[in-house]
């Protein structure tokens, strides 16, 4: 159904595309995938799906923080374009006058205090999905007026301060509190840190395959195509560098973002086509590092999963248990999890030699991790049977094994049950074994430090 409505979308989209020399500022609703970098309002299905004859026994759900600002080096990155739109020949570009005049007066005014932080939309990205699960999760969010009980509803989030800070406004919006200590999680806890996978041998070749072929995409006729086009449109005479086009790129979606209804000056000189490329591109490296590229991505997501199905098994045997459980984490999570709970797998691999065979991927980071991206599964009881539905960005998913959507909850505890009983899946709990911290010692905290990856953050 979402994909359906995608496509419909990108179909029109197409149509206005070939109205040649259209000016993006005049344009009314332009093309708005921007990979991990996309809003999540443009996207959403915002429905309120609900099953009737259902009661809601446990909400579960792990989200992405909202939209926040460009990190650091994407800040700095982004201000040398106020240089470089100066050294733009009005006579040679080709941009339609409205676009041109944007970007010459295009101004930037962050700075590196403002670097990753939950801005004004991220609040509303939050705040808003509170609003809708209070709406559709009447049964068990409704219950609650004026104490915030964590023993009913836990929580969990990154310490980051934007993951912190989304889970602050969602729980506002939810119980209309203002918690001030959001439990944080352990360095040790597995369930919403990834790092630990450092350590299992070959890790490092399987981040590498994501951005080798990420890099081979980028010597691709496409991206060279893109790099021309580019070039060609601002006036300038030898080609732009790659990292220059990626600053115009990350100009472009931030603000528009942060801004949905903005007209971003730096989108201009991108074609539907171009930004198509660009989107693949990460998508490329999503799916070698966070998704079914790589070969221990069910290992990476097992703690989580294990969590989620540990929660409703209590649940469905009647012992107690909260009513909701909340993680606010990171894209990385985002995207592992759905890979380890099987959603959008496609039967071809991404490759980047396959750009156009994949138009129509599953995989693809604009639809699955916008800002506030997540996966949701609730535990129902219906008619005396225990269901489960997931959900991502809300859109109920179908589970293709069984090929349902309302899926018995035994069917559900069966199939991840390889994952949740292997000795290898194990995570930090209060009550952590000797070893468990042992081996977190040797452990070498390292997404951070990797700059092609911080991104994923
Ligand atoms: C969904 O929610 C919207 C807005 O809250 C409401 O107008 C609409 O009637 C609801 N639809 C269903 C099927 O509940
Ligand atoms: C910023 O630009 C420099 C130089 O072009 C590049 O090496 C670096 O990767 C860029 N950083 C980011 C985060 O895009
Ligand atoms: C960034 O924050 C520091 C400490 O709060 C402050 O001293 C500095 O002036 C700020 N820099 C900018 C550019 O705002
Ligand atoms: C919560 O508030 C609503 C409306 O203010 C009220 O009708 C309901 O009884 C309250 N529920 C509880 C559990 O206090
Ligand atoms: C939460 O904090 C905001 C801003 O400080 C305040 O306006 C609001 O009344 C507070 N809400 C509660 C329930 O304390
Ligand atoms: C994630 O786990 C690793 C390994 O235990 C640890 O070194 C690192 O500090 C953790 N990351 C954060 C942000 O806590
Ligand atoms: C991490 O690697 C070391 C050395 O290869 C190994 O002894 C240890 O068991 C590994 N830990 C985990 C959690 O895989
Ligand atoms: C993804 O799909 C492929 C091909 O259809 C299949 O072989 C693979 O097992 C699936 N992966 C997962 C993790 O479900």
Not at 150 to 155: G, N
Not at 228 to 247: A, D
Not at 445 to 455: D, G, Q, Y
Request: hydrophobic share 35%; proline share 3%.
């Amino acid at each position: 159904m979402k994909f359906f409505a995608f496509a419909l979308s990108l179909l029109l989209m197409n149509y206005a595309k070939c109205q040649k020399n259209q000016c993006y500022q005049l344009t009314k609703n332009p093309y708005s995938l921007f990979a991990s970098k996309s809003a999540y309002s443009s996207l959403s299905a915002n429905q309120n799906y609900t099953n009737q004859n259902c009661r809601t026994l446990q909400l579960w759900m792990l989200s992405r923080h909202g939209t926040r600002n460009p990190e650091e080096h994407q800040i700095e990155n982004i201000s040398k374009l106020t240089e470089l739109a100066k050294k733009i020949s009005i006579e040679n570009s080709n941009l339609c006058q409205e676009d041109i005049e944007e970007i010459k007066k295009w101004a930037y005014n962050l700075n590196k205090n403002d670097s990753c932080m939950l801005n004004s939309q991220g609040v509303r990205d939050l705040s808003s999905l509170g609003i809708r699960l209070k709406n559709v999760y009447r049964d068990i969010l409704y219950t609650f007026n004026d104490t915030f009980n964590p023993m009913t509803y836990k929580v969990l989030s990154s310490p980051k301060a934007r993951c912190v800070d989304s889970a602050f406004y969602f729980l506002r919006s939810v119980f209309n509190v203002n918690v001030t200590d959001i439990p944080l999680r352990h360095e040790d806890d597995f369930r919403i840190n990834i790092s630990k996978y450092k350590n299992i041998s070959n890790y490092d070749d399987l981040e590498e395959s994501g951005v080798e072929e990420m890099k081979k995409f980028e010597n691709s006729i496409h991206m060279q195509q893109l790099i021309t086009r580019v070039t060609k449109i601002l006036g300038f005479e030898s080609n732009l560098k790659i990292e220059t086009i990626k600053s115009m790129y990350d100009a472009c979606r931030f603000e528009k973002a942060l801004n949905i209804n903005s007209h971003p000056a730096w989108c201009a000189i991108f074609t539907q086509e171009d930004l198509k490329v660009l989107e693949y591109r990460e998508d490329l490296q999503h799916y070698y590092f966070l998704g079914y590229g790589n070969s221990i991505i069910k290992r990476i997501s097992c703690p989580i999963i294990k969590d989620l199905i540990t929660n409703f098994r209590q649940k469905s045997q009647g012992l107690p248990g909260p009513k909701g459980v909340f993680y606010f984490a990171h894209s990385s999570n985002v995207l592992s999890t759905i890979a380890g709970l099987g959603f959008a797998n496609d039967s071809s691999r991404l490759l980047s030699s396959n750009y156009e065979e994949m138009q129509n991927r599953k995989w693809r980071s604009s639809y699955l991790d916008p800002f506030a991206s997540n996966i949701i599964a609730a535990l129902y009881e219906c008619d005396g049977d225990h269901k489960v539905t997931f959900y991502v960005n809300e859109i109920p998913m179908v589970v293709e094994k069984y090929g349902c959507t309302l899926c018995p909850w035994e069917k559900i505890e069966k199939m991840f049950d390889p994952i949740v009983s292997s000795s290898s899946c194990s995570f930090y709990q209060s009550t952590s074994s000797a070893t468990l911290i042992l081996n977190a010692i040797t452990l070498v905290f390292f997404i951070c430090s990797m700059n092609i990856l911080t991104s994923l953050y």
